[in-house]
T-cell receptor, first 112, second 115 residues
């Protein structure tokens, strides 16, 4: 079974721009979660989608948003980028029967 | 809210040494507990998990026991190898059914194994 894939792997943007990251979950997994990893704050939960609906949300500003498609693929969007948004963004998927999450390799976003 | 506390390190050991990485948690309900490992430039890999009190998770020589009375989930390995060098994250999840709630992570422990 293929693992969780994320595209692109690396991104460089400038302040004020917006960015969209993509995540394809493991086949059959309907839950997709997003996390931000920074050296200062560590790993923080952004949001979780299940069957195209956001079920849980972490403590991030409204500039961070996401969506999920009918095939369970998910995208997250960050608008009006700030320097502090530079981070590794990780996507994870899980099945209906388990709370075990499987992570993708991440997208490294650098904001200049 | 939920929280996870773990020693941050770096923890430096010689090959074949005994490893313990402490992890304690605070949770409102009855969480599942996890250890994840992250190698340089990669995402997180699930190392082991435990879903209820007294459960022992184990994988690749690593073990951790869910201790409800001490709210702990310490990671141990009897003999570490250079290839175990990585960052280890303790995490918890309050499972609400129908999929995973967000994981709450500790800050991570950087483990360095010297030959």
């Amino acid at each position: 079974k293929a693992g969780v894939t994320q595209t692109p792997r690396y991104l460089i943007k400038t302040r004020g721009q917006q960015v969209t990251l993509s995540c394809s979950p493991i086949s059959g997994h309907r839950s997709v979660s997003w996390y931000q990893q920074t050296p200062g704050q560590g790993l923080q939960f952004l949001f979780e989608y299940f069957s195209e609906t956001q079920r849980n949300k972490g403590n991030f500003p409204g500039r961070f948003s996401g969506r999920q498609f009918s095939n369970s693929r998910s995208e997250m969007n960050v608008s009006t980028l700030e320097l502090g948004d530079s981070a590794l963004y990780l996507c994870a998927s899980s099945s209906l029967q388990s709370n075990e999450q499987f992570f993708g390799p991440g997208t490294r976003l650098t904001v200049l | 809210g939920d929280s996870v506390t773990q020693m941050e390190g770096p923890v430096t050991l010689s090959e074949e040494a005994f490893l313990t990485i402490n992890c304690t948690y605070t949770a409102t309900g009855y969480p599942s507990l996890f250890w994840y490992v992250q190698y340089p430039g990669e995402g997180l890999q699930l190392l082991l998990k435990a879903t209820k009190a007294d459960d022992k998770g184990s994988n690749k020589g690593f073990e951790a026991t869910y201790r409800k009375e001490t709210t702990s989930f310490h990671l141990e390995k009897g003999s570490v190898q250079v290839s175990d060098s990585a960052v280890y994250f303790c995490a918890l999840s309050e499972y609400s059914g129908g999929g995973a709630d967000g994981l709450t992570f500790g800050k991570g422990t950087h483990l360095i194994i010297q030959p």
